[in-house]
């Protein structure tokens, strides 16, 4: 028995070995696996090298691992038992998220999550980067894994605009537009606009940051000594929040608005 189950475990090992050159073919026409599930927006690049640690993904039925190639046309290519399809249409799509649903596509938790109001997309589509629960605004969400990847990795600093409504002293005001420390990582500084300030000492700011990192914006605030009220996204880049949206709808980018988001991340990119 025992002789049988190291036969079968070898055997799966041998599989495996031979997804990096499957069916005899020149490996010019295989691609790296984390490019192929990023471009079928399964995932971005680098989230995809996890997945593939994880065992969740097989070529031809046996384990991957990170660094094998393989061939979408030809080879059976699947995440968790589900097929990952070829060069499907690209799909791009801009969320008004509400606040209370939270930017997953499960949760554990059963909160609501941002897939329940993209159901009807024609394409499954990923998150681009994180709002947090209780934020609201411009989501994008996408399977053009290039795009994702391009919108999310550190080295593109895609600056966001966030409309943010806060409770505190307005000679601080100024301090949000300083370098600081968050997570033990020093920020650049960040662009602060008052659009207005009321006499119970509230305002209401545009606040354009360039990392994105975790809950930055409410981190900066409390930092500062403001209470966050309201925080709404209202642009990536050049691209703004349409204000014919309602929280929880959704519409397609056109080609024009994607052009300007892929210039921007190679703008951006030049400059860093």
Not at 201 to 223: D, F, P, S, Y
Request: net charge positive.
């Amino acid at each position: 028995m025992e002789e049988a189950v190291c036969a079968k475990s070898v055997d799966r090992e041998e599989k495996a070995g031979l997804v990096k050159n499957v069916h005899g073919r020149n490996d010019d026409m295989q691609e790296r696996l984390q490019k192929i599930l990023s471009g079928a927006g399964v995932c971005s690049r680098r989230a995809a090298e996890k997945l593939i640690e994880s065992g969740a993904v097989t070529v031809n039925g046996a384990a991957a691992r990170v660094g094998d190639r393989a061939d979408i046309e030809t080879d059976e290519i699947c995440v968790n038992g589900k097929p990952v399809g070829g060069h499907e249409e690209l799909h791009t799509i801009m969320l008004y998220k509400p606040a209370g649903v939270v930017t997953t596509m499960s949760d554990e938790k059963n909160r609501k999550t941002v897939a329940e109001l993209v159901k009807q997309c024609p394409a499954r589509v990923l998150p681009v980067g994180r709002l947090d629960q209780y934020s609201e605004g411009l989501l994008l969400l996408t399977n053009d894994g290039a795009l994702l990847d391009a919108l999310t990795h550190p080295r593109y600093h895609v600056d966001k605009t966030y409309e943010v409504i806060v409770r505190g002293q307005k000679e601080n005001i100024p301090q949000l537009g300083k370098s600081m420390e968050i997570d033990g990582y020093q920020i650049r500084p960040a662009q602060v606009e008052i659009c207005r300030s009321n006499p119970d000492n509230t305002h209401v700011l545009h606040i354009t940051i360039h990392e994105g990192r975790n809950r930055q914006i409410r981190k900066m605030c409390a930092r500062c000594g403001f209470k966050v009220l309201r925080l709404c996204r209202v642009s990536i880049g050049a691209l703004k929040l349409d204000k014919s949206l309602r929280p929880g709808r959704w519409r397609e980018l056109s080609q024009e608005e994607i052009s300007m988001l892929q210039k921007g991340t190679t703008a951006e990119s030049k400059r860093n």
